[in-house]
């Protein structure tokens, strides 16, 4: 087991915390030892989250993606770290291990394609190789569970009820009353998010983003508006990446989000535990693929793929309004020149009661052949409940707050995005299936990508097949012991 201290700063938000508790009967013991020095020390829960220091002198080794959040936002092995997050991270670790005698690790592979392989590697032989498993948001996930590589996560003593726990995600996640996979506030969520440039706003004196937002107005129909007049040709008669752009967007999943954004899902969990197709061809998914493609099909836009490096044409450029884009990836814009804004995708129109977002993050799981399970239950628990005095501030208030964005506004709307953000079981078990994927990407395949609307009849062409494949999985799931 390492033997490390936790940061001043986490250890006064801690000893508040500890005071409060102690306050109302709690039991508490100072001579715990805690890894805390002891001249700094003066009281200490015995048991955060309700889980009882122990000694395992066991190590518990995380197996992760080099994906999405995970490389940045999961983990710090220094202790002499300069900025709030990787401070937060390595604070989190130690007071875990500290209370249960164990040595956190983390194993990555290469790419999210390589997590499945790994888990079923170790399952296959029997081994306790990884105590728990990071996953992409839909890549393996579905393999894993119904080829038997899971436990049951009821199964282990957590209390999933609380509140560092994500209640609404698990709900989504649980099939036939068994759940293999889950989100708790360790788990950091991962929205899109349309990015703007607020000197195009003041050129075109156009309305205040922000301001559209907060009365509701913030809608497809006000984007496409906007972006009309913002679309300027730069004098050489040929429509490319060096022209100004009102929306620009990478191709593919990023168009995914406006089904959500639109209050619209893929499927949900019926009456007996199983998945089912909610998705279909009627008036709201119509509303939304004809604004879509009135958006970005009438010369508009600029969608960006291989062929033209994303630096030409997003927000850093100057030469677009609206830059679709990705909560994880504002980091990469810290040293743009472009003063620029954050706001959620836009409401389907103005009637939707809220602006929602699905979130891209991953998922996690514990492999079938772990051997103690007292353990894992234990530093999954805590992982998750200190994330929300730890990480989760660092998270939103530093990482995001005072370096991703340029003002208080933005803040505002990260909140939002954060807090409206919604879960689809079709999206994570059957996303990347032959004929579910073909609906998972409908406004990209049967709009973008065709530039015209052909959702109707690209919708009966995959029915009956996407409607076999959720039986297909529905069945699998009943099956496993």
């Not at 009820?161 to 996640?173: K, P, R, S, V």
Request: glycine fraction near 6%.
């Amino acid at each position: 087991m390492k033997k490390r201290f936790v940061s001043a700063a986490l250890l006064t938000v801690i000893l508040t915390s500890f005071a409060s508790c102690a306050g109302d009967g709690t039991n508490v013991d100072t001579n715990v030892d805690t890894g805390l020095s002891e001249d700094t020390v003066k009281t200490v829960e015995n048991y955060p989250a309700g889980v009882e220091p122990q000694n395992y002198d066991l190590t518990f080794n995380i197996l992760y993606p080099n994906w999405g959040l995970y490389p940045n936002y999961f983990f710090a092995d220094d202790e002499n770290a300069s900025d709030a997050m990787s401070k937060a991270l390595y604070d989190r670790e130690i007071l875990v291990e500290e209370h249960l005698g164990v040595s956190i690790t983390n194993t990555q592979v290469a790419n999210h394609k390589e997590v499945q392989p790994a888990v079923q590697q170790m399952v296959m032989s029997g081994e306790d190789t990884y105590q728990l498993a990071l996953t992409h948001c839909i890549r393996g996930v579905s393999p894993m569970l119904t080829d038997g590589m899971l436990l049951d996560l009821e199964n282990l003593d957590m209390q999933l009820d609380e509140a560092w726990w994500n209640t609404d995600a698990l709900d989504a996640l649980r099939l036939n009353g068994k759940l293999y996979y889950a989100i708790s506030d360790y788990m950091l969520p991962d929205p899109n998010c349309i990015l703007f440039n607020k000197s195009l706003i003041e050129v075109y004196d156009l309305e205040d983003p922000y301001e559209l937002v907060r009365s509701g107005e913030w809608t497809l129909d006000k984007m496409t508006e906007m972006a009309e007049v913002a679309t300027t040709e730069n004098g050489d008669s040929v429509w490319d990446h060096n022209d100004t752009y009102g929306v620009t967007s990478g191709d593919g999943w990023f168009f995914s989000s406006f089904i959500y954004s639109s209050g619209l899902g893929l499927s949900e969990i019926d009456d007996e535990g199983s998945i089912e197709l909610i998705f279909k061809v009627d008036d709201r998914s119509t509303e939304l693929m004809e604004k879509l493609d009135k958006l970005f099909n009438s010369g508009n836009s600029y969608i960006y793929g291989d062929d033209v490096e994303p630096g030409s044409v997003d927000i850093s450029s100057g030469r677009c309004l609206f830059n679709v884009n990705t909560v994880n990836q504002l980091h990469t814009l810290r040293d743009s020149n472009v003063d620029f804004g954050i706001l959620p995708y836009p409401k389907l129109n103005k009637e939707q009661t809220g602006y929602f977002n699905n979130d891209w993050s991953g998922l996690m799981c514990v492999p079938s052949t772990v051997k103690n399970t007292e353990m894992i239950s234990d530093v999954i628990e805590l992982l998750s409940y200190y994330s929300d005095e730890t990480v989760i501030p660092a998270y939103f208030d530093l990482a995001l707050g005072n370096k991703m964005t340029r003002d208080d506004d933005s803040k505002e709307m990260l909140n939002i995005i954060f807090d409206n953000i919604v879960f689809d079981v079709g999206l994570n078990y059957l996303g990347f299936g032959e004929n579910m994927k073909a609906y998972f990407y409908a406004p990209y395949f049967s709009v973008i990508q065709t530039g015209q609307n052909t959702f109707a009849s690209y919708y009966a062409s995959y029915e009956q097949a996407a409607l076999a494949e959720i039986a297909e999985f529905n069945q699998a799931v009943k099956e496993l012991k």
